[in-house]
């Protein structure tokens, strides 16, 4: 089992959920929201204090994505630096980014997998997910 999985396992098992949301109120960090230009969320630790911030604007799937993708932040940088998901993509994607998109496909698929008969496009809808996060999921 690689690190992504075995944090998110852990999380999971620790707090015996997979909801963001509870995640996030089960660890102590608080989860606000802002209606930014250009930014889909960010993490912030201020003085021990850590902090989500979501854009207001997004529809609430997307929030939850959002949300997981920064938890991701969190549980696996150890800097625990100020990470922000901008709306527009990058031309190449940074370890801590793809590290948080793995973390965010492995949590919200947990105990998921597609239908034999089922496209990556529909099982990314079952599961709340943008098709394009889907090439994040490792299939057994």
Request: proline content about 4%; cysteine-free; charged content about 30%.
């Given at each position: 089992?690689?690190?992504?999985?075995?944090?998110?396992?852990?999380?999971?098992?620790?707090?015996?959920?997979?909801?963001?949301?509870?995640?996030?109120?089960?660890?102590?960090?608080?989860?606000?929201?802002?209606?930014?230009?250009?930014?889909?969320?960010?993490?912030?630790?201020?003085?021990?204090?850590?902090?989500?911030?979501?854009?207001?604007?997004?529809?609430?799937?997307?929030?939850?994505?959002?949300?997981?993708?920064?938890?991701?932040?969190?549980?696996?940088?150890?800097?625990?630096?100020?990470?922000?998901?901008?709306?527009?993509?990058?031309?190449?994607?940074?370890?801590?980014?793809?590290?948080?998109?793995?973390?965010?496909?492995?949590?919200?698929?947990?105990?998921?997998?597609?239908?034999?008969?089922?496209?990556?496009?529909?099982?990314?809808?079952?599961?709340?997910?943008?098709?394009?996060?889907?090439?994040?999921k490792i299939i057994k």
């Amino acid at each position: 089992m690689d690190y992504i999985k075995q944090s998110v396992q852990q999380l999971i098992n620790k707090h015996e959920t997979k909801d963001p949301y509870r995640l996030a109120r089960a660890m102590g960090i608080d989860v606000d929201e802002f209606p930014f230009r250009h930014i889909k969320g960010l993490i912030l630790e201020i003085a021990g204090n850590v902090t989500i911030v979501l854009n207001s604007k997004l529809p609430e799937w997307l929030k939850r994505v959002v949300l997981a993708h920064e938890l991701g932040h969190q549980q696996l940088s150890p800097q625990r630096m100020g990470y922000f998901f901008m709306i527009e993509n990058t031309f190449m994607e940074s370890r801590v980014e793809y590290e948080a998109n793995r973390f965010t496909v492995e949590l919200l698929t947990w105990g998921e997998e597609p239908e034999s008969d089922e496209s990556m496009e529909h099982f990314a809808a079952r599961v709340g997910l943008p098709k394009e996060m889907m090439r994040y999921k490792i299939i057994k």
